[in-house]
Each structure stands twice: as C-alpha cells, then as structure tokens.
T-cell receptor, first 114, second 116 residues
Framework: AQSVAQPEDQVNVAEGNPLTVKCTYSVSGNPYLFWYVQYPNRGLQFLLKYITGDNLVKGSYGFEAEFNKSQTSFHLKKPSALVSDSALYFCAVRDMAAGNKLTFGGGTRVLVKP | GAVVSQHPSRVICKSGTSVKIECRSLDFQATTMFWYRQFPKQSLMLMATSNEGSKATYEQGVEKDKFLINHASLTLSTLTVTSAHPEDSSFYIC????????????FGSGTQLSVL
C-alpha cells in the first residue's frame, strides 16, 4: 500500500526567507508525486509533479521540489516566501498499481509572517 | 484551464435530512470523479471513486448506503448524504479526472456541511 508522510503540522517562516515543506513517501513501484495547495474553504490547486526525468521539478508560483529516491523524499521548496504563500500544503503519491487514486499526506500549514 | 464546479459551497441542515452535493466538470468530460472528505486540520480522505455509467467504488469503512454517489453523465457526479447526523459534518471535496496524468485531476471548491 502507498503512503505519504508530512512530518510537520506547521511551518513558520519570515517573508523573504526560504521555505521548505517536507514529504516522504512509500510505494511498491515507481512513484508519481504531487504537491497541492489549499487556501481556506477552497479546493486544491495543483503546484507541481514528478513523474520521471530531472529530480528537481519546477512548478507554479515559484515553487520547486526535489525528488530523492534514496531518501524516498519529495520536499517542497521556495527560495523566498511571500505572505500570500500562507496556506495548507499537501503532498500526494500515486502508485500505478492503484490506478488513478491519489493518497494524500496529512498536510502542512505554512504561515509566512511579514 | 479546466474548471470543476461544486455546489452548494455551504449547507446547514437538520439531523435526519438528506443533502445532495453536485460536482460538475464545466469544460471537459470526466469519466472518473473522486469524492473526498476533509476534517478540520486533517488531510483529505478518499471516500469513493465515481465512474460514469457504473457503480461507484467505495473505500473501506465508507458506508455506501449513507453516501450515495451517482455519476449519470460525463459532466456530473452527485453525492447524497442520507439521513445526515452531526458526525457527518465535514468539508466534502470532489475532483474530476481529465486525462492520464494526475495533474489533470481538477478539484471543486468544496462543500462545508453542518448538520445540527
């Protein structure tokens, strides 16, 4: 069975500082990895994905994530955080053996302070 | 970009009543839609996979008689919470699958259900 872990419930960072949101995963086959962002009372918005290819993936709003197979991690990063980045972030994995079903991590709330 | 419309955004109902939530793909055909439930400060839990023209596939622990799913057309799936109780209060989110890769999974804006 596939699983995703986001070890931090909340991350606080000052505006302009680097932001990192951690994610580790477990799948039986090759992982398809995703990051989504959720603003209050809203649905999820796609940020980026890793399917294959370069380990460093660039996505929307200046976010990027690095796939590390040996550490089974897919941490989300942004070099300079904005107050508007404050939201709930979800890491998700899709195992091809499980069809198109996504398994989400528990979510990490990001609070960027001015 | 593709849009998924979910309605209503918020509903308050009395215990024992049924509530229907609609999920529509506005500019694409969605053969598969997913229904998620989200508790406050928690992750999304997949409830069921809705396939157009066939019965929904429910995740373990989800009562199919409680949460009725109908995917009657390629652009509409509905979730009906039957005989709602306060413990059913939650944020329900639908998503529609457009293509092969999961970034083509587009999410509705969610429905906050409060059962009194």
């Amino acid at each position: 069975a596939q699983s995703v872990a986001q070890p931090e419930d909340q991350v606080n960072v000052a505006e302009g500082n680097p932001l990192t949101v951690k994610c580790t995963y477990s799948v039986s086959g090759n992982p398809y990895l995703f990051w989504y962002v959720q603003y209050p009372n809203r649905g999820l918005q796609f940020l980026l994905k890793y399917i294959t290819g370069d380990n460093l993936v660039k996505g929307s709003y200046g976010f990027e994530a690095e796939f590390n197979k040996s550490q089974t991690s897919f941490h989300l990063k942004k070099p300079s955080a904005l107050v508007s980045d404050s939201a709930l972030y979800f890491c998700a994995v899709r195992d091809m053996a499980a069809g198109n079903k996504l398994t989400f991590g528990g979510g990490t709330r990001v609070l960027v302070k001015p | 970009g593709a849009v998924v419309s979910q309605h209503p955004s918020r509903v308050i109902c009395k215990s024992g009543t049924s509530v229907k939530i609609e999920c529509r793909s506005l500019d694409f055909q969605a053969t598969t839609m997913f229904w998620y439930r989200q508790f406050p400060k928690q992750s999304l839990m997949l409830m069921a996979t809705s396939n157009e023209g066939s019965k929904a596939t429910y995740e373990q622990g989800v009562e199919k008689d409680k949460f009725l799913i109908n995917h009657a057309s390629l652009t509409l799936s509905t979730l009906t919470v039957t005989s709602a109780h306060p413990e059913d209060s939650s944020f329900y989110i639908c998503s529609a699958f457009r293509g092969f890769e999961s970034e083509k999974l587009f999410f509705g804006s969610g429905t906050q259900l409060s059962v009194l």
